[in-house]
């Protein structure tokens, strides 16, 4: 029951932020009218149970952890800080690349030893948009599977791909 | 002060060109989703870095109506920064699984692995 | 702070547009060569992504809020269309 409870909260959650970030600037509460929000709070309310049903039938269980708002602001302070400007590097050095076609590319495993699903999907992403690495896969046991576009090493160890990254998503979604 | 709203999308924009040519400069597909992925992730953030600043601009002079342009343009963002990178992990994994390999790799640990 | 000229600001956008529409024909040609389905892909991706950034451009330039919501809505179906078009090939290489 309470992770149906969860699941249902974690919908109901998102679709009101959505709906008041989409819609305001419409009046004057704030920045919404009065018929906004009654509305924003009805729909999410059908939206968050047909969801815990389609949920429940495909046997998806959102963890609780995604209501906490602490991590949403790690979440935030992690993309502005770290990750924008790792992403400003990787920019310039794939930059580099197409402008002077110079690879070495290659498959490499590491396993930064994440258990949960919301960290390994932060730093896959993480691992995607920064210097000259791409996630392929990723197996039960949280081994990474990375394209690297110019392999200095063939056994790499976690921090020479992913640097802090695997900190911060233990942080995040451990 | 509009300046700045100019540089910001002229910065992603050479970024946009440079995702283009990318498809056309590297040899197999890992390759060019590299290129493809993270330039064109990183050249959209910076237009709409700037529509941000201009709408901001707006909204300090008065018009407040203009915060939903900010707000939608957050949001746009948000979801091209999660969904491309998502949808690079995809293809380049169907890739794998298609049977293509990476040409010119040097190592390959996931067929290894399997 | 100065006015901001609504007319400049929407002529260097109508610049914008039309370069991220020459950047797609570049991409659309690594559409018509790309040896493999997943080279397709690929630039597929790429072309949803700055359509994406053509609309915001273009709902600026206009002043008309109803383009972003159709680039919110473009941005997620392109995201569904990745995945399940990666699904198939993944089942039927």
Request: proline share 3%; aromatic share 10%; with cysteine.
């Amino acid at each position: 029951m309470g992770e149906e409870m969860a699941a249902v909260a974690i919908a109901f959650v998102f679709s009101l932020f959505f709906y008041l970030l989409l819609t305001a600037g419409t009046g004057s509460i704030l920045l919404w009218s009065k018929a906004e929000l009654v509305v924003a709070v009805l729909f999410s309310a059908v939206v968050a149970v047909v969801a815990g049903k389609i949920y429940k039938g495909l046997g998806i269980r959102p963890s609780a952890k995604l209501l906490n708002p602490l991590r949403w602001l790690l979440l935030l302070i992690y993309a502005i800080g770290p990750l924008f400007f790792q992403m400003a590097k990787a920019n310039l050095e794939v930059a580099y690349r197409v402008i002077t076609g110079n690879i070495k590319p290659g498959i490499v495993k590491i396993s930064p030893g994440l258990k949960t699903g919301l960290a390994r999907t932060v730093l896959a992403n993480s691992i995607t948009l920064t210097p000259g690495t791409l996630t392929i896969d990723v197996d039960r046991k949280g081994n990474f599977y990375v394209h690297w576009i110019y392999v200095r090493d063939k056994k790499p160890k976690p921090g020479e791909i992913c640097g802090s990254f695997a900190k911060w998503a233990r942080l995040i979604g451990g | 002060m509009i300046w700045l709203v100019y540089l910001l999308i002229g910065i992603g924009m050479v970024f946009q060109a440079l995702g283009s040519i990318a498809l056309h400069r590297f040899p197999d597909v890992y390759t060019r989703l590299h290129g493809a992925t993270k330039c064109t992730t990183f050249g959209s953030i910076f237009i709409y870095i700037g529509i941000m600043a201009y709408s901001a601009m707006l909204v300090l002079q008065g018009q407040i109506n203009q915060v939903s342009l900010l707000a939608h343009t957050l949001i746009v963002m948000a979801l091209v920064l999660i969904t491309n990178s998502t949808g690079a992990h995809a293809i380049s994994r169907a890739a794998y699984r298609s049977g293509i390999k990476p040409g010119l790799a040097v190592v390959d640990e996931l067929r290894v692995a399997k | 702070m100065g006015e901001v000229d609504w007319r400049m600001i929407s002529a260097g956008l109508f610049l914008a547009a039309g370069a991220l529409a020459v950047l797609i024909i570049v991409c659309l040609i690594r559409l018509l060569l790309g040896p493999t389905a997943p080279d397709r892909m690929v630039a597929v991706d790429t072309i949803n992504t700055q359509v994406v950034a053509s609309l915001v451009v273009l709902g600026v330039a206009f002043s008309e809020t109803v383009f972003i919501d159709v680039a919110i809505v473009y941005a997620m179906l392109a995201f569904v269309s990745t995945l399940y078009v990666s699904k198939y090939l993944e089942d039927n290489p």
